[in-house]
């Protein structure tokens, strides 16, 4: 049963559950996200948001596949979040649009185009794991964003769950000072509150119900001590909190709560939060910390951009009704029914019926729905102003990352940044007459995720599908035979290799001549070709002097050499960590063109490459083992059987780097070797050379 009362919390505001109005206003939206490791419980956190602001009715549960947000049905089979799903509520006059994102490490890209267009999230941390590998890596994402976070300390009722342990894991990983604004109340099953530290009020459930207290008198000169340790971080930090603190020798909760709210918002400190999701404990302090912390999209700077025009003028829009209209399109569900294309509006109002520009395909698309949206299932509305999170129908070519806006004010904003796949697997239909249909779906699966690549073999005509990992190319051939019926089969997935220049060649000429009638083809190129940064793909740049090469060929050459860089001498792989330096060249009055030097430029370094020395490289990764202490031993010895590097060990638990290659089928390996009692986590660890490079 929920609580039909209102109740002061830790932000010092008044918390009322049950759905409240809007006030309309866009300082009262919030456009956040819930991050974590996978099974630290954002989905269940969001569940319970949804409930004590009484979207449902009725407590979804993951392992009964009964949650809002994991819709899909290979969510529901898997346990997991494998697709971000946007929904919506209303908490204390504010409207919180949240997105409940994946935590497993293959589907890291849905995370990514999450974060683009939220202003700020909530970090979900296990309180007996603490920081996880995952968990990690969503932080940092979120920081590469700019996307302020406070942080949930989760499953404080398990065995073993400790917020210190919890925060001295925040610190030394994630290295944010954090600031615990609670103390637990009980611990593992006796967990049944908290105190807040802002008021020095204790705050518990019971049967559903929050309700607010004195702190327990065995708690009281702990949280005394907790609450100084607090104002003292704070004011050291904040120089407003410290005039205060050096007056009075400690802070007002009104002072506290200013300062958490500007700290939180430059990302000097993180709010700590802690509860138990699974037993409703905790989130109404969590709400209300996300309302008082977290920005609006008034708080955010102006969206930046261009016109999108030859001269690319730079552009500004504020979170404003009154802006011409900007949108980012962040994600697009195809169906045999048509296409629903998500986006964050930054700017001006959009009406049904509207006209807009797509600025990245230079296309009018005309809007002829809109979308509230709470998971799978959507409310119609007439219109979406700046600030809010919708999908529309009739948009017929807009992909992710595209920008739409006033036809009349053009605009083109920044896109996000796929991923580079880095599993392969070919893919075909079992039947012949299912051969079209295949391929109608491949292309539709790679419009929907970016990440995914499709290409056709152009000699043997063999489709192959690539993408961030084995469990993302399993769940994207599923989702082949489920929703298009097509009996799909695959090979052994195969990793994506890269080549690094090792030793390049300078001085290297390249003449380009062809004639065959008409006007003719001349480009003569010098080029040296030398080894880049580690951290470098591809740098370019010309010393050319005295106009040998006219600076509009200069850019056909830049673009030759990336075309050439697509396959290297080695396997056809891409080659990176290349520094290409343009020293000299000549042209002909009449046969020089561009397509002459993008040519010559193409030839050249593909020639160039086969005469310098290439290593090549796979894909690794860092790979966290929790096993038994009995099995420990072999499961060392198993890694190493996999070419693994062990970087750290400890009880129960192993750290190693490991190529990508060797982890296909490791969990079953896992599974056989601990009797079922391990489990592991991976990430993307960049590359290093393969056997007998």
Request: charged share 25%; hydrophobic share 40%.
């Amino acid at each position: 049963m929920r609580t039909t009362t209102s109740t002061s919390t830790s932000t010092g505001t008044t918390a009322s559950t049950g759905t409240t109005a809007s006030t309309g206003t866009i300082a009262a939206v919030r456009n956040l996200g819930i991050l974590a490791h996978v099974d630290a419980g954002k989905t269940t956190v969001t569940e319970r948001i949804l409930y004590l602001a009484g979207e449902t009715h009725k407590r979804g549960e993951v392992h009964e596949g009964t949650t809002v947000t994991d819709c899909h049905p290979q969510e529901r089979d898997r346990g997991i979040t494998i697709f971000a799903a946007a929904v919506s509520c209303a908490w204390n006059g504010h409207r919180i649009n949240l997105i409940d994102t994946p935590g497993h490490v293959d589907f890291a890209d849905e995370v990514e185009r999450s974060l683009r267009v939220l202003d700020g999230a909530v970090a979900v941390f296990d309180a007996v794991a603490g920081v996880e590998p995952q968990s990690e890596s969503v932080w940092r994402q979120a920081e590469r964003h700019g996307v302020p976070r406070i942080a949930f300390v989760n499953k404080l009722d398990r065995a073993g769950a400790d917020l210190d342990t919890a925060l001295a894991s925040i610190r030394e990983r994630l290295h944010p000072q954090p600031l615990a604004v609670q103390l637990p109340i009980g611990a593992e099953d006796a967990f049944t509150g908290v105190v807040d530290l802002l008021r020095l009020r204790a705050l518990t459930w019971a049967d559903d119900r929050l309700r607010e207290g004195p702190v327990p008198e065995h708690l009281a000169a702990e949280a005394a001590v907790r609450r100084h340790a607090l104002a003292e971080t704070v004011a050291s930090l904040h120089p407003g909190a410290l005039e205060e603190f050096c007056a009075d020798g400690t802070l007002s909760a009104a002072t506290l709560a200013a300062a958490l709210r500007e700290l939180t918002r430059t990302g000097e400190a993180v709010v700590v939060l802690c509860g138990s999701a699974y037993r409703n404990r905790g989130i109404e302090p969590l709400l209300d910390a996300a309302v008082a912390y977290l920005p609006s999209p008034l708080d955010v700077p102006p969206v930046a951009g261009v016109t999108g025009t030859a001269d690319d003028t730079p552009q500004q829009r504020a979170a404003d009704p009154e802006q011409p209209f900007t949108a980012l399109a962040f994600k697009v569900n195809v169906t045999a029914t048509g296409r629903l294309t998500y986006l964050r509006v930054y700017a001006g109002r959009l009406e049904k019926g509207d006209t807009v520009l797509d600025t990245t395909t230079g296309r009018p698309e005309r809007v002829s729905r809109i979308l509230r949206v709470q998971a799978d299932s959507h409310r119609e509305s007439d219109h979406a102003v700046a600030g809010d999170i919708v999908a529309v129908i009739g948009p017929k070519a807009a992909r992710v990352g595209a920008t739409l806006c006033a036809p009349a004010a053009p605009i083109l904003l920044e896109a996000p940044v796929s991923a580079e796949p880095v599993v392969t697997v070919a893919v075909e239909a079992r039947r012949t007459a299912d051969t079209d249909k295949l391929a109608q779906a491949l292309a539709r699966l790679a419009e929907e995720d970016p990440s995914l690549r499709v290409r056709t073999d152009a000699e043997t005509g063999q489709r192959t599908l690539s993408g961030l990992g084995e469990l993302h190319l399993e769940v994207a051939v599923e989702k082949i035979r489920r929703e298009h019926g097509i009996d799909a089969v695959t090979g052994r997935p195969q990793v994506a290799h890269r080549e690094r220049l090792v030793e390049g060649v300078t001085g290297f000429v390249h003449r380009h001549v062809k004639q065959e009638g008409g006007a003719g083809q001349f480009a003569h190129l010098v080029l040296d070709v030398q080894p880049g940064g580690e951290t470098e793909d591809f740098v370019f740049g010309s010393t050319v002097i005295g106009g040998r090469v006219p600076r509009e060929y200069v850019q056909a050459v830049e673009a030759g050499c990336r075309e050439a860089l697509a396959e290297g001498p080695l396997g056809g792989h891409p080659v990176t960590g290349v520094r290409v330096t343009l020293t000299d060249g000549s042209t002909h009055p009449k046969d020089s063109s561009d397509l002459a030097f993008r040519t010559a430029a193409r030839q050249g370094l593909r020639e160039a490459l086969r005469a310098s020395r290439l290593q090549l490289l796979e894909p690794v990764a860092e790979v966290t083992v929790t096993v038994p202490e009995d099995a420990l031993g072999a499961v060392l010895g198993d890694l190493a059987a996999r070419r693994g590097q062990i970087r750290e060990t400890g009880p129960g638990r192993v750290a190693a780097v490991v190529p990508l290659a060797e982890l296909f089928g490791y969990a079953s390996r896992l599974r056989s070797r601990t009797q079922g009692r391990g489990t592991f986590t991976t990430r993307p660890a960049g590359y290093a050379p393969a056997p007998g490079a």
